[in-house]
Nanobody, 126 residues
Framework: HVQLVESGGGSVQAGGSLNLSCAAS????????VAWFHQAPGKEREWIAL?????????NYADSVKGRFTSSRDNAKNTLYLQMNSLKPEDTAIYYC???????????????????WGEGTQVTVS
């Protein structure tokens, strides 16, 4: 049984930073795509970052967060991280981590492709 648990959300002022964590149990990140999404009130869930399934060294970011957010993973701890810097009010949303088995191509960027989800952590930027 795969379980993902996010933590690290909170309220910050614009320009501030937060570091989100996503702890996995029941699986490792080996051979899995892992990604971050966020969902603002009244909007659809949106992809923001992913780490490819091999050694975790390849990352990909949405334009809206590129240069400000950095995702990494610690395979030994089965934990995924999202370091968020230079936060803006438009970053306010619930942040989710998600994973799915690597299918041998590229990791997808759409929510429906992901099998396992955390419950989310709220980030508020004012």
């Amino acid at each position: 049984h795969v379980q993902l648990v996010e933590s690290g959300g909170g309220s910050v002022q614009a320009g501030g930073s937060l570091n989100l964590s996503c702890a996995a149990s029941g699986t490792t990140f080996d051979d899995y795509c892992v990604a971050w999404f966020h969902q603002a009130p009244g909007k659809e869930r949106e992809w923001i970052a992913l780490i490819d399934a091999d050694d975790g060294s390849r990352t990909n970011y949405a334009d809206s967060v590129k240069g400000r957010f950095t995702s990494s993973r610690d395979n030994a701890k089965n934990t995924l991280y999202l370091q968020m810097n230079s936060l803006k009010p438009e970053d306010t949303a619930i942040y989710y981590c998600a994973s799915r088995p690597f299918a041998g191509v590229t990791c997808p960027k759409y929510p429906s492709a992901y099998e396992y989800w955390g419950e989310g952590t709220q980030v508020t930027v004012s």
